[in-house]
């Protein structure tokens, strides 16, 4: 499984793009990232997942440069409610016989008013 | 309601008492999971299963035991709890596509908070 390295925490204003990019120097192949975002008392939530390049949707971007080893993922003009633990992950979703996903620790975004 | 539900959501026990914590989902599902979540160290796979007559250990599975016991529950016990189970206790449920492959979208509940005292 690729490890990845993301910063522990992060402070932003509102109405601030944020960027939180996360290192996985061991990605293989095959494998796919993935974030997820995390309010206090629930449950993570999928929010993206890539391969390379550049994908996007209603509530973030995901950056993915050609050697795949880190990514970007900005969040346009965050709000109070973007303050989240966000998680990289980073493996083969489409291997079978095994889960591939597993959790780091996380970096804690702060939104200031 | 939310399609995934942890019961329960909260509890309290002693040591050595066995504890059951479920979980049910109606997304229809086949795969599902049971995280642990502790202060600082992320989430950690505890079991997960792929069907109703599959089990699989996760990363940290010692001193807990699961049960599929339809497409739609998935319990996880404690036979003996011990102080350092105190965790948030997340379930998941993943599905495929179209091709039979796993999607890699986890879907979570809301979490149940145990305490071992």
């Known amino acids: 499984l690729a490890k990845t390295t993301q910063p522990i925490s992060m402070d932003s204003y509102e109405g601030q793009e944020v960027n939180i990019t996360c290192s996985h120097n061991n990605i293989a192949t095959n494998d796919y990232i993935t974030w997820y975002q995390q309010f206090p008392s629930q449950g993570p939530r999928f929010i993206i997942q890539g391969y390379k390049t550049k994908v996007t949707n209603e509530v973030a971007s995901l950056f993915i440069p050609a050697d795949r080893k880190s990514s970007t993922l900005s969040l346009p003009r965050v709000s109070l409610s973007d303050t989240a633990v966000y998680y990289c992950l980073v493996g083969d979703p489409y291997q079978t016989g095994a889960n591939n996903l597993f959790f780091g620790t996380g970096t804690r975004l702060t939104v200031i008013p | 309601d939310a399609d995934v539900t942890q019961t329960p959501r909260n509890r309290i026990t002693k040591t050595g008492k066995r504890i059951m914590l479920e979980c049910s989902q109606t997304k229809g599902h086949d795969r599902m999971y049971w995280y642990r979540q502790d202060p600082g160290l992320g989430l950690r796979l505890i079991y997960y299963?792929?069907?109703?007559?599959?089990?699989n250990k996760g990363e940290i599975s010692d001193g807990y035991s699961v049960s599929r016991q339809a497409q739609a529950k998935f319990s996880l016990s404690l036979e003996s709890a011990i102080p350092n189970q105190t965790a948030l206790y997340f379930c998941a449920t993943s599905d495929l596509d179209d091709r039979g492959l796993n999607t890699g979208e986890l879907f979570f509940g809301e979490g149940s908070r145990l305490t071992v005292l």
């Open positions: 299963s792929f069907d109703v007559k599959d089990i």
